[in-house]
C-alpha cells in the first residue's frame, strides 16, 4: 500500500547553518550489515535519485563490544554507487563518553577514517551522561573542528532543553557557532518533548529538528515481536504503545497508507522539522518510506495531528524539559 510519487523530496536547512537537507535522511545504525551488498548499493542509489542527501554513519561500537562494520560498508557502497562527495551529506556520531583531553578529534577522525572522507558535514553529539564535562570545552573543541574543515555544523541527540540552551549561550558569547539541530525521539507516541514549550523556545532560537525512532523500532510498523534491538524507553510506556498499534492500524488502513507511513507522515507535520531520520533495509521500504510525504499533502498538516491525537502516550508522563 504506498503513494508512488516523483516529485523530488524538498529541502530544508539545517538550523541557520546554510546547509539544505533533504526531508529525509538515511540512518545506518547496523543496518547495512545485515543486507545483501548489492541491495544495499542499489537502494543507496535510488535513495539519492528520489533526492536524499542526509546520511546518518556513526561509529556505533565501543571497546568491550563486538566489532561493527556498518559504516565501513556504507563507504564501499558509496564507491559501488558512483556517488560523488558533493553528491551527499555526511552525519556522524561523536559520542561524549570519548572527549577527554585530545576532544573529539581523534574518534571524528577514526570515524572519517572508516567512512573514506575527509570532513562531516554534521556531527551529532551523543547522550549527555556525564557530570563531569565543562560544556564551554565542547563548545570550544566543536569551533576547532570547524575551523580545520573537518565539520560544517553540529548538533546533539537526546539533550535537555536547559542543556542545549546552555550551549547556544556559550557559544553566542565565545563568538562561534553553537548548536544548529536536536535529534530527538518524535512519533505519534512520544510528542511531550519536541511539542512542548521548553523546546519550542528553542526552535523559535533557530535550533531545529531532526525526528529520530519514529516508529519505535518498527512497533508502529507493527512489528510488535522479536528480537531486534529498539531504542531506550522514557517513561516505560512501549506496553501501552503496543496495546495501540491494532487501532493505529486501523487508522492507517481507513487513510489508504500503511502504518508505517502514517507514522512517518507524523513526524513531517512539526514546524520545526529539518529532516526525519529512517532506516530501511529493502527497497520497497524505502520507497515506500519516502512515499509517506505524499498523506501530509492529501490530508494537511492540522487534520493529520488531529487524527492521530489519541495516540499521544507520553503526554503528562515524560518532562517536556527533555533528560
Known sequence: MTMPTTLPLPRREIGRSGIPASLFSLGSWHTYDRMDFADAVAMLRQAVDRGVNLFDVGVYSAPGMPPVFTDIIFSAMVRAAGLRREDWLLSSKLW?????ADGFRPQLENALRRVGVEH????????????????????????QLADAGLIRAW???????????????????????????????????????????????????????????CL?????AGTVAGDRQIGRDPGDIRTRIIADVPAFTEL?????V???????????THPA????LFGASRIEQLHANLD????????????????????????GIVDPEGP
Do not use: C, H, M
Request: hydrophobic share 45%; no cysteine.
Open 96 to 100: 561524549l563518553e570519548s572527549f577527554g
Open 120 to 143: 562531516a558535514d554534521l556531527v551529532i553529539l551523543g547522550d549527555l551522561r556525564r557530570d563531569d564535562l565543562d560544556l564551554r570545552d565542547l563548545v570550544l573543541d566543536l569551533a
Open 155 to 213: 548538533g546533539v541527540n537526546n539533550w535537555s532543553a536547559s542543556s542545549i540552551q546552555r550551549l547556544i549561550d556559550i557559544a553566542a558569547a565565545e563568538g562561534v557557532a553553537g548548536p544548529q539541530i536536536a535529534q530527538l525521539k518524535y512519533s505519534v507516541a512520544r510528542r511531550a518533548i519536541p511539542d512542548g514549550e521548553p523546546f519550542a523556545r528553542l526552535w523559535e532560537q533557530g535550533l531545529t529538528l531532526q525526528a529520530s525512532d
Open 216 to 220: 519505535e523500532g518498527g512497533v508502529l
Open 252 to 256: 492507517a488502513a481507513s487513510l489508504d
Open 258 to 268: 500503511s502504518p508505517a507511513q502514517l507514522g512517518i507522515a507524523f513526524t513531517l
Open 273 to 276: 522539522l529539518t529532516t526525519t
Open 292 to 315: 509517506a510525504a505524499a498523506l501530509v499533502d492529501r490530508v494537511g498538516a492540522t487534520e493529520l495531528r488531529r487524527l492521530v491525537e489519541p495516540f499521544w502516550t507520553d503526554r
